[in-house]
């Protein structure tokens, strides 16, 4: 195994530092990209068919997974004692969930909630996937969506189990 120097072992952490700060512009650029080769080289009358043909179902689809992931999230807020004030910055109080333990509401809103999500990311991948295959790094948007959604649902994890319940990993049945 070659040695590694002291300085090419820091290369490579500033270089890994530079694509966490910058996924996100990468994520958008790939998107803007993916939008603009079709634009240039196809026909703008198919491009326009591409979309009238998948807007009625790509734009239902997305309100009702909208309102799921929104009424999760309300149900999950309801079993934690919070107010609902405006069911749009429902993102914004999702953090006060972790205080609650296991109630069968935040489960139930958990599932409501991550359905909702879930549905979402896949009606995204489903709406790219009937652009023109130049288009298919717009996939980079439902797959950050999806790592997001992933992201979250770990999160919760520990909340979501009943208080005094054992996991099986740590010696409990």
Do not use: C
């Amino acid at each position: 195994m070659p040695a590694v120097s002291p300085e090419a072992g820091l290369d490579q952490v500033q270089n890994e530092g530079w694509l966490k700060r910058h996924k996100t512009k990468l994520a958008v650029g790939a998107a803007a990209l993916s939008l603009a080769l079709p634009l240039a080289f196809q026909p703008m009358s198919e491009n326009k068919k591409l979309v009238t043909e998948s807007g009625p179902w790509v734009a239902t689809g997305l309100a009702a997974s909208e309102a799921a992931w929104i009424g999760g999230a309300i149900i999950m807020l309801g079993a934690a004692g919070r107010k609902i004030r405006n069911p749009l910055k429902v993102r914004s109080s999702l953090d006060d969930i972790r205080e609650v333990k296991g109630t069968d509401a935040l489960r139930a809103g958990f599932a409501v909630h991550m359905t909702g999500a879930i549905s979402q990311d896949a009606i995204l991948a489903a709406a790219v996937l009937e652009l023109p295959k130049a288009s298919w790094g717009l996939m980079a948007i439902p797959a950050y969506f999806a790592a997001s959604t992933g992201i979250r649902a770990v999160a919760m994890w520990p909340a979501l189990k009943k208080p005094g319940s054992s996991n099986a990993l740590e010696g409990g049945v």
